[in-house]
Structure formats: structure tokens, C-alpha cells
């Protein structure tokens, strides 16, 4: 069974400073990954999605990669804001066709300090 | 901005009793999904609904579980009787595509 890990699970940092969240899993057939932000009491947003044939992918701020082969994926934040605190998820998406599996990191608890 | 809504945003039931949450997705999407996040645990998969009927489950949703997109908006999940455990928050989030995922808000349950 695929299991998704995220180091560290929780980071706090002052402002300005840039960062990286891992994300780990175990079986490297995926379909895709993607990085959500989870706000305390509230749903997820998608913030980066990357194909299992991507090596990276690039949004404002915040660039997410992926080593397939590995087992791995990072989500580099530059120039933090207070902002930016958050919880961030990553997610690994297994499965052909419409038949999907989805598994989901523990998180890493994000404190930017202004 | 289209978004995913979910009712009602709290909800307090007697162990035994039958529940339904409701979702209205974005209005073109095609895929469906439910979640369920345990106070301090990882987000779990439940189902992937996709063409009026289920493409994929994981070990948590069992018999008890249910969905169902009645009349063309609304997407429900049914839990026919609760238990103790079921206490979570229940998210749920559509896609256009097999892509990304829109989430919902939640519904935060708790068995009593």
C-alpha cells in the first residue's frame, strides 16, 4: 500500500526567508502528485500539480518537483509571507483510466513569523 | 468564482443514526469525490464517482457508506448508521478533469 510521508511536520520560519516541504511515498507508480494548503477549519486548495512524466512545476512563489524514481517531491517557497502559514499537503494519485486511488501526506505545519 | 459547497458545515448525531451529507459541485465538473479527515490524521480517499456511478473505493468505505448524485447538482454521501469513529470532517471536491481537484469546505461530524 502506498504510504506518503512529509518532513518536517512542522516548520516555522521568520518572513522573507525561503523554504523547502519534502514529500516522500513508497511505491512510485503514480499517476500524478499534487500540493495542497489546508487553512485551520477549512477545505484544501490546490496549489501546484505535477504530472508523473514532470519533473517540476512553477506557480508565482512557489515551485513543487518531482523524482518519480526516487520517491520524491519538494515544494520550495521563496520569499515567505505571514501569509503563507498554512498547513501543506502533498498528495500522490495511483490508478489508470478513471479508476483512482489517492493518498495523502500528514502535512507540514507552516508558521511564518512576521 | 465557481466553488464546491458543502451542507450543513456542522453536524451532531446519536451513534446508530443515519446521516447524509450534501455536496453541490462546480457546475461542469464531471468527477466526483469524498474525503474524510479524523481530528489530527491524514486525509483519507473514500470514493471517485465518475458517470453516475463509482470508479473507485478505498477499504473505508464499506457497506455502511453510500453515494449518490440525485438530481444533477447535488452529490451525497449516506452513512446508514453511525458509529463512533465515523466523528470527522468530510470533505468533498470535483474535477472537470481526472486533474485537480476543487474541494469543498467540509463538513465537520461528530457521533455522539
Known amino acids: 500500500k502506498q504510504e506518503v510521508t512529509q518532513i518536517p511536520a512542522a516548520l516555522s520560519v521568520p518572513e522573507g526567508e525561503n523554504l523547502v516541504l519534502n514529500c516522500s511515498f513508497t511505491d512510485s507508480a503514480i499517476y500524478n502528485l499534487q500540493w495542497f494548503r489546508q487553512d485551520p477549519g477549512k477545505g484544501l486548495t490546490s496549489l501546484l500539480l505535477i504530472q508523473s512524466s514532470q519533473r517540476e512545476q512553477t506557480s508565482g512563489r512557489l515551485n513543487a518537483s518531482l523524482d518519480k524514481s526516487s520517491g520524491r517531491s519538494t515544494l520550495y517557497i521563496a520569499a515567505s509571507q505571514p501569509g503563507d502559514s498554512a498547513t501543506y499537503l502533498c498528495?500522490?494519485?495511483?490508478?489508470?483510466?478513471?479508476?483512482?486511488?489517492?493518498?495523502f501526506g500528514s502535512g507540514t505545519k507552516l508558521n511564518v513569523k512576521p | 468564482e465557481p466553488e464546491v459547497t458543502q451542507t450543513p458545515s456542522h453536524q451532531v448525531t446519536q451513534m446508530g443514526q443515519e446521516v447524509i451529507l450534501r455536496c453541490v459541485p462546480i457546475?461542469?465538473?464531471?468527477?466526483f469525490y469524498w474525503y474524510r479527515q479524523i481530528l489530527g490524521q491524514k486525509v483519507e480517499f473514500l470514493v471517485s464517482f465518475y458517470n453516475n456511478e463509482i470508479s473507485e473505493k478505498s477499504e473505508i468505505f464499506d457497506d455502511q457508506f453510500s453515494v449518490e448524485r440525485p438530481d444533477g447538482s447535488n452529490f451525497t454521501l449516506k452513512i446508514r448508521s453511525t458509529k463512533l469513529e465515523d466523528s470527522a470532517m468530510y470533505f468533498c471536491a470535483s474535477g472537470e478533469g481526472r486533474e485537480t481537484q476543487y474541494f469543498g469546505p467540509g463538513t465537520r461530524l461528530l457521533v455522539l
Open positions: 498528495a500522490v494519485r495511483q490508478g489508470l483510466g478513471n479508476f483512482n486511488k489517492f493518498y
Open positions: 457546475s461542469n465538473h464531471l468527477y
